[in-house]
T-cell receptor, first 112, second 118 residues
Framework: DVKVTQSSRYLVKRTGEKVFLECVQD?????MFWYRQDPGLGLRLIYF???????EKGDIPEGYSVSREKKERFSLILESASTNQTSMYLC???????????FGEGSRLTVL | AQKITQTQPGMFVQEKEAVTLDCTYD???????LFWYKQPSSGEMIFLIY??????QNATEGRYSLNFQKARKSANLVISASQLGDSAMYFC???????????????FGQGTILTVHP
């Protein structure tokens, strides 16, 4: 079965902390994505990676960075968390441009 | 500019009736794809249906069909014979062409919350 695993379902962090959100897929997919989901705004793309060590900014990259050192793992980093980054974060992967997108279960981050 | 627009924040339908969820999109690409996803209260994203821009027939998957009107740039989801388990958030998404810097990324709409009444 296809599997996209996000390391934490719920996190609570303090303003200014560095936060790592990890995503692992076991399908040998080339493309991986990070979205954030907020009520009324839908899913907005933060960053995506189309191959190992490759990354592209999405629509809202400010305040975030990413790392993809291995094909199966795509990490989202909040260098200095702020309260406006409180959100649901969804990781997704697919085999190529024309492939179906598979999602993880989401990580709900609260920044106090 | 918003590329995917879902104008219905919430919709209500009686069990066993059909419901249409609206989605309009904006792109200058000739080759693109349109998706619908369902997100129940548990949070997982479930793929429902896909329509390619060159597909001449409307996509269907069981009780789901996609009413694709290319000239109007709309891709409405039709759910026939609604069930209580259909209550969820529904997202429309568009994948633009793989050329340039797009890399075929998916852009999502704001979502529509569907509530099915018994």
């Amino acid at each position: 079965d296809v599997k996209v695993t996000q390391s934490s379902r719920y996190l609570v962090k303090r303003t200014g902390e560095k936060v790592f959100l990890e995503c692992v897929q076991d399908m040998d997919h080339e493309n991986m994505f990070w979205y954030r989901q907020d009520p009324g705004l839908g899913l907005r793309l933060i960053y995506f990676s189309y191959d190992v060590k490759m990354k592209e900014k999405g629509d809202i990259p400010e305040g975030y960075s990413v790392s993809r050192e291995k094909k199966e793992r795509f990490s989202l980093i909040l260098e200095s968390a702020s309260t406006n980054q409180t959100s649901m974060y969804l990781c997704a992967s697919r085999t190529g441009v024309w492939g179906e997108l598979f999602f993880g279960e989401g990580s709900r981050l609260t920044v106090l | 500019a918003q590329k995917i627009t879902q104008t219905q924040p919430g919709m209500f339908v009686q069990e066993k009736e059909a419901v249409t969820l609206d989605c309009t999109y904006d792109t200058s690409d000739q080759s693109y794809g349109l998706f619908w996803y369902k997100q129940p209260s548990s949070g997982e994203m479930i793929f429902l249906i896909y329509q390619g821009s060159y597909d001449e027939q409307n996509a269907t998957e069981g009780r789901y069909s996609l009413n694709f009107q290319k000239a109007r740039k709309s891709a409405n989801l039709v759910i026939s014979a609604s069930q209580l388990g259909d209550s969820a958030m529904y997202f429309c998404a568009m994948r633009e062409g793989a050329g340039g810097t797009s890399y075929g990324k998916l852009t999502f709409g704001q979502g529509t919350i569907l509530t099915v009444h018994p």
